[in-house]
C-alpha cells in the first residue's frame, strides 16, 4: 500500500473523527441547554482539543487545525445540522445520550490511533506515543463535559481511559513486534479494540457498577 494511500486515510480518519465529536458536544450542549453559538464553541473544544495539546506537548507547531483548515471546515457544518436534528429530538428519550456516548466513542477511537501514529512518526519513544494517543482521545471529551459542568467520563468509573491506552499500547506493539503487518491493518484492529471496549462499556453501563478498591 503506498504511503499516500495511507496518508489519505488517516485524514479520512481524523475528519471522521472530527465530526463525531462534533456532533457528541452539540447533544452535550443540548442536554445543558445551551444556545447554538455554545453548542459550536462546545464543538471545537472537543474536536481539536485533545489534538491541540498533544502537538503544544510534542512541540510541533504551528498545532495541526492551523495548517490544514480542513477541521474548521468540517467543524461548522456539521455542528449546524447536527443543531438542527438535536433539536427536534424528544428530551428524556435517552437518544441524545446514546448519541453523546457512540459518537464520543467513535472520536475516541480514531483519535488515539491518530496521536499514537503522529508521536512515533515524529521519533518520539513508544511509551510517549502511547501517553499522547490517550491525550489525544480523551482530552477533547474532558474539555467538553468540564465546559458543561459535568463530571469528565474518564474520571468516572467507566472503560474509557482504560480503552485509550488499550489501544495505544496494542498499535505500539502491533507496529513494533509484527512490522510485516500493513499499517492499514493495524490501524484497524486497534481503533476496532478501543471502540468495541467502550461500546460495551456503555452498553453494559460499566460506570454505574459498584468496584470497591
Given at each position: 500500500m503506498s504511503q499516500v494511500l495511507i496518508e489519505n486515510i488517516f485524514f479520512l480518519m481524523a475528519m471522521v473523527a472530527t465530526?463525531?465529536?462534533?456532533?457528541?458536544?452539540?447533544?452535550?450542549?443540548?442536554?445543558?441547554?445551551?444556545?447554538?453559538?455554545?453548542?459550536?464553541?462546545?464543538?471545537?473544544?472537543?474536536?481539536?482539543?485533545?489534538?491541540?495539546?498533544?502537538?503544544?506537548?510534542?512541540?510541533?507547531?504551528?498545532?495541526?487545525?492551523?495548517?490544514?483548515?480542513?477541521?474548521?471546515?468540517?467543524?461548522?457544518p456539521t455542528a449546524i445540522v447536527a443543531v438542527l436534528l438535536v433539536n427536534r429530538v424528544k428530551p428524556g428519550a435517552g437518544i441524545r445520550l446514546r448519541l453523546l456516548d457512540y459518537c464520543d466513542a467513535l472520536g475516541l477511537a480514531l483519535f488515539c490511533i491518530i496521536g499514537t501514529r503522529k508521536a512515533l512518526d515524529l521519533g518520539f519513544d513508544p511509551l510517549i506515543a502511547v501517553l499522547m494517543?490517550?491525550?489525544?482521545?480523551?482530552?477533547?471529551?474532558?474539555?467538553?463535559?468540564?465546559?458543561?459542568?459535568?463530571?469528565?467520563?474518564?474520571?468516572?468509573?467507566?472503560?474509557?481511559?482504560?480503552?485509550?491506552?488499550?489501544?495505544?499500547?496494542?498499535?505500539?506493539?502491533?507496529?513494533?513486534?509484527?512490522?510485516?503487518?500493513?499499517?492499514l491493518i493495524i490501524t484497524v484492529v486497534s481503533m476496532s479494540v478501543i471502540f468495541l471496549m467502550r461500546a460495551y462499556a456503555i452498553h453494559a453501563r460499566w460506570s454505574e457498577r459498584k468496584i470497591s478498591w
Open positions: 465530526m463525531a465529536m462534533t456532533i457528541s458536544a452539540v447533544a452535550q450542549a443540548s442536554r445543558a441547554n445551551m444556545d447554538p453559538f455554545g453548542a459550536l464553541l462546545l464543538a471545537g473544544a472537543a474536536s481539536v482539543g485533545g489534538g491541540t495539546l498533544r502537538d503544544l506537548l510534542l512541540g510541533a507547531l504551528p498545532v495541526f487545525w492551523v495548517e490544514e483548515l480542513s477541521y474548521l471546515m468540517v467543524i461548522l494517543g490517550a491525550i489525544t482521545g480523551i482530552a477533547g471529551g474532558m474539555a467538553r463535559d468540564i465546559l458543561c459542568q459535568q463530571t469528565p467520563v474518564v474520571m468516572q468509573r467507566d472503560l474509557y481511559g482504560t480503552c485509550a491506552l488499550v489501544g495505544s499500547i496494542l498499535y505500539v506493539v502491533l507496529a513494533h513486534w509484527w512490522p510485516e503487518l500493513s499499517e
